[in-house]
């Protein structure tokens, strides 16, 4: 079965910056990496960014004009580069991918900004 694997989390300090990669372990025909979500502690898991037809984006009003997602079709990756980090930024960051109806999800990679 086809997997997920993000990376690239981590601890920053306010204002600082970090970039996350997500892969799938395979190549499957109509299978999509669609983008990223998050969830923090005693928060429901929350729309990040992601990628809606086509090359067209949309972002959670409180990461716009700050993070950027992008994907490498040649790698079969999308990323996620996160700039000027807030504390309410840290979460557990989530890679979703689809095929048809299913949903796919990564196993999380922690993001903490602190001082």
């Known amino acids: 079965q086809v997997q997920l694997v993000e990376s690239g989390g981590g601890l920053v300090q306010p204002g600082g910056s970090l970039k996350l990669s997500c892969a799938a372990s395979?190549?499957?025909?109509?299978?999509?990496?669609r983008g990223w979500y998050r969830q923090a502690p005693g928060h429901e898991r929350e729309l990040v960014a992601r990628f809606t037809s086509g090359e067209n984006t949309n972002y959670a009003d409180s990461v716009k004009g700050r993070f950027i997602i992008s994907r490498d079709n040649a790698k079969n990756t999308v990323s996620l580069q996160m700039n000027s980090l807030k504390p309410e930024d840290t979460a557990v960051y989530y890679c979703k991918a689809e095929i048809g109806e299913t949903d796919y999800w990564g196993q999380g990679t922690q993001v903490t900004v602190s001082s």
């Open positions: 395979e190549r499957l025909f109509g299978f999509t990496i």
